[in-house]
């Protein structure tokens, strides 16, 4: 509506201003002015035209009602014995049989893997070649992602930070997606996709600062844990509303494509998300719109205690890509080579072709949901266990290393107690600093802070000097 009222504003003001121009004949810049002007009308009566300019929503009922004249008049071909229909989208045959389509294929689609349970690679499997450069530096990460999902989680559990939610088993997906983006490409985040942060260089302490809501975290303490976000980085910040971040993804996307970037939006979200409608509207938009986004879905068995098949009948996510007329894969999860080389595809498809790409990555979540949450009371302990041991994603990708000759156990005993140390150094750093101002709490929304804001403000700091020892003292007011 906005659009409309501008533009039979400025028609208003331009015939005002050009009816003085006797040189100047009202149709030449009435079609100029509303391109969508039936052909029919644009030039042959300048009556038509200055009617249109005057109320624009005959214009438009005037071009649905010729819209659908067109549509009466869809060619019917024979093509041999078939009668084909020339539809919008392709042309359509026509069947004498009255038949259903199944609910669902005879198969299940395939799963793209090039790393077997025990490291070794596949024979005959295509993938991008890694260097060993970056095939350590995923290695590592995945590492560290590991130990800081340790650390943070006991911190919780001691009290000494208020929620955590773990990446465990699903290193793989974390890490070797962001290997295979760029810095340049926008990620809108989930909230288990840490990884991603870690390899684009958000350092511990950067992590440690956000978890502990102190003065130096980026969102001044005013989200929960695992909340990270950076600017600097590409990285949106997280936000807990299942797949709000999806359609945002897709207009970052088309952002991006107008601009003639050469970089993809990249957004995350679990099989949970799937079943969100902002799912559906993200994706139908990127098709139509043909932007170069990437939809990563972590399929890991369960949304929170709702597993899967509890979640759809289709057969996962993948199939919904195709449902949208987005190109589609699914992808072993578990396998770091399989997920890097199935994200750099994307990537490239994505941009070359501007086109939206989905990628479905089959993994298990072997952690609780998060720590508000037991999940032996909904599934079973072995097949937590078994995941854990037989699946993990880290051990076989560090079998493929060591089997290239890039890797030992003494250099994993170092990695380890490394980063360890830091990680320890990072929380107590972090746990020891001041929290922001009490006054944040009233800040980065407005430009000007409005009255009941700051009432507000004032209100709650007297409060605060009337009861300080209900209130935080590392709080400054």
């Not at 024979?123 to 890694?130: A, D, I, L």
């Not at 595809?345 to 952690?367: D, H, N």
Request: hydrophobic fraction near 40%.
């Amino acid at each position: 509506m906005a659009i409309w009222f501008l533009r039979s504003r400025l028609a208003h003001h331009l015939g005002q201003r050009i009816g003085s121009l006797d040189a100047l004949k009202l149709s030449s810049w009435a079609s100029s002015l509303h391109p969508w002007i039936p052909p029919s009308l644009d030039s042959s009566d300048d009556r038509y035209a200055s009617k249109f300019l005057r109320n624009p929503m005959d214009l438009y009922a005037a071009r649905r009602f010729r819209s659908a004249k067109a549509q009466e008049s869809v060619p019917v071909v024979t093509d041999g014995s078939n009668q084909v229909m020339d539809f919008p989208g392709g042309k359509v045959m026509f069947v004498p049989e009255l038949r259903f389509l199944a609910e669902s294929p005879g198969e299940r689609i395939s799963c793209y893997r090039i790393l077997d349970d025990d490291g070794k690679t596949i024979s005959g499997s295509s993938f991008q070649e890694v260097s060993k450069e970056i095939a350590l530096k995923m290695y590592s990460d995945m590492v560290t992602l590991q130990i800081m999902d340790t650390i943070f989680y006991e911190a919780q559990r001691q009290g000494r930070i208020s929620f955590y939610l773990t990446t465990i088993g699903e290193e793989a997906i974390n890490i070797a997606s962001a290997a295979a983006l760029t810095i340049d490409d926008i990620v809108f985040p989930q909230y288990r996709e840490p990884g991603v942060l870690l390899w684009r260089g958000f350092t511990l302490q950067e992590f440690a600062n956000q978890c502990f809501g102190n003065k130096l975290d980026y969102g001044k303490g005013r989200q929960m844990p695992i909340h990270y976000g950076s600017n600097r980085l590409n990285y949106f910040t997280v936000s807990s509303p299942i797949a709000t971040q999806v359609p945002h993804a897709v207009g970052a996307a088309y952002s991006l494509k107008m601009d003639k970037k050469h970089a993809c939006a990249v957004t995350y979200f679990g099989d949970g998300g799937t079943s969100e409608g902002d799912f559906h509207a993200a994706l139908n938009f990127a098709a139509v719109m043909e932007v170069p986004v990437i939809f990563f879905c972590r399929n890991n068995g369960w949304a929170i205690s709702t597993p899967t098949a509890e979640q759809f009948r289709s057969d996962g996510a993948v199939i919904r890509g195709q449902a949208y007329g987005i190109r589609s894969i699914r992808v072993d999860g578990n396998d770091a080579l399989a997920v890097y080389s199935a994200v750099h595809a994307a990537r490239e498809m994505a941009i070359r072709e501007s086109r939206p790409i989905l990628v479905e990555a089959l993994t298990y979540r072997v952690g609780h949901h998060s720590t508000s949450d037991d999940s032996t009371k909904y599934r079973p302990v072995d097949e937590i266990e078994h995941w854990r041991t037989a699946r993990d994603p880290v051990s076989r990708y560090r079998k493929w290393i060591e089997r290239n000759g890039w890797w030992c156990d003494d250099a994993e005993s170092e990695l380890r107690s490394n980063v360890r140390k830091e990680l320890l150094h990072a929380v107590q750093v972090a746990e020891r600093m001041d929290k922001p101002p009490l006054a944040e709490l009233f800040t980065d929304v407005y430009d000007q802070v409005p009255s009941n804001l700051r009432e507000q403000e004032r209100l709650l700091t007297e409060l605060i000097k009337q009861h300080p020892g209900d209130y935080p003292p590392e709080v400054p007011v």
